[in-house]
Structures are given as C-alpha cells and as structure tokens.
C-alpha cells in the first residue's frame, strides 16, 4: 500500500506539470511507472506492468522530442520545442490500427500466458495508454480525450482490482483531463 500511495503522489505531480505543459513531467513520467511496475505486478495487473515499461522508455523520448522537435518518422526541427499542435488526420489512422493491434495482442497474451482475472479490460487500458502516451510525446492535444478514456476506464477497473487509492487517482485524471485540454488549447492559442 506505501507503493501504491507514493505511486499516487508522483502521479499528482506529473498530472499538475503535464496540465501546465511543462516538459518537466517527463522526469515524474520516469518515477512513477517505476513505482508502478511493482504495485501493478503484485495485483496481477500484467498489461499494466507491461505498460510501465512503455512509459519509461516514452519518457525519455518525450523529454527529447519537447525539448527538441525530435521525432522518429519525420523531420526534425533543430533546436526548436515542440509546440502543442492537432493530431494530423494520419496519425489517427495510425494510431487507430496500432490501437486495435495492440489491444488484440494484449488480450491474446494475458489470455494465454497469465492468470489475468480482467484481459480485456486490462488490454483495452494497456492499448490506449500506448496511443495516448505517443500523443502526449508528440504533444497533440486531443491527448486529452484519450485519456479522459482511459482514465476513466482504468478508475472502473481499479476500484474491481481493490486498487482504491489509485482508482481515485484516475478519477481525478479524468476531471483534469477535461480541464487540461481547454488548458492546452489555451496554450497552443497563444504559442500560434
């Protein structure tokens, strides 16, 4: 349960300096997943604990591409920060059918090797993680509405795993997903 509450407290840290878009968060992005790796084992949430690894591995590349304009697939912008843009009609196809493959694939795995009580339900949240965290890296802001789903998805089936504490934290997440993205949208007005 210490695990589970400091998971929260650095969740609450992460999610005030993501709603200021602060490139900061990227370093609460690395803590709490670290936290969370144990607490999500120990509850047999094992897409979750997969997840974590994920969000360690797109916090490193979050701080690069804010920081830079880095990105994978496309130019560069030296030297610049990336500013808080749409999701272009491309990436949502993308992301889309990454959604779906990555879902499936989640649920065959917990489906047949592990003793996963929630598949479905835990591959759903794993799989939309994945696209909203990419989103966040490349800072679109209808990051938002994707986690608004999952956060509240995710609170469900929190609050089923006896995980309460961190159930309440997406609850929370939720609400101020709602009120980040009219932050953000704020933010881009003015950076444009």
Same mark, same amino acid.
């Given at each position: 349960m210490f695990l589970e509450i400091l998971g929260v407290i650095t969740g609450v840290i992460y999610l005030w300096l993501e709603y200021r878009a602060s490139i900061y968060l990227w370093i609460a992005g690395i803590i709490m997943p670290a936290i969370y790796l144990f607490v999500y084992y120990d509850a047999g949430l094992y897409a979750d604990f997969g997840i974590n690894i994920y969000y360690l591995l797109i916090a490193l590349y979050g701080w690069v591409a804010w920081k830079t304009g880095f990105t994978v697939f496309g130019k560069k912008e030296p030297k610049r920060e990336l500013r808080i843009s749409h999701a272009?009609?491309?990436?949502?196809?993308?992301?889309?059918v990454a +959604?779906? *493959?990555?879902?499936?694939?989640?649920?065959?795995a917990l489906i047949n090797y592990t003793d996963s009580t929630v598949p479905w339900s835990d591959s759903f949240t794993t799989a939309l993680s994945i696209v909203g965290m990419w989103m966040l890296a490349r800072k679109y802001i209808e990051q938002w509405w994707v986690w608004c789903v999952v956060d509240v998805a995710s609170s469900a089936l929190?609050?089923?795993?006896?995980?309460? +504490?961190? *159930?309440?934290l997406y609850a929370v997440y939720a609400i101020i997903a709602i009120f980040g993205y009219f932050k953000w949208k704020k933010l881009m007005q003015n950076e444009g």
């Open positions: 272009p009609r491309t990436a949502w196809i993308k992301t889309s +959604f779906v *493959a990555a879902m499936l694939l989640i649920a065959y929190y609050v089923y795993k006896g995980l309460h +504490f961190t *159930a309440i």
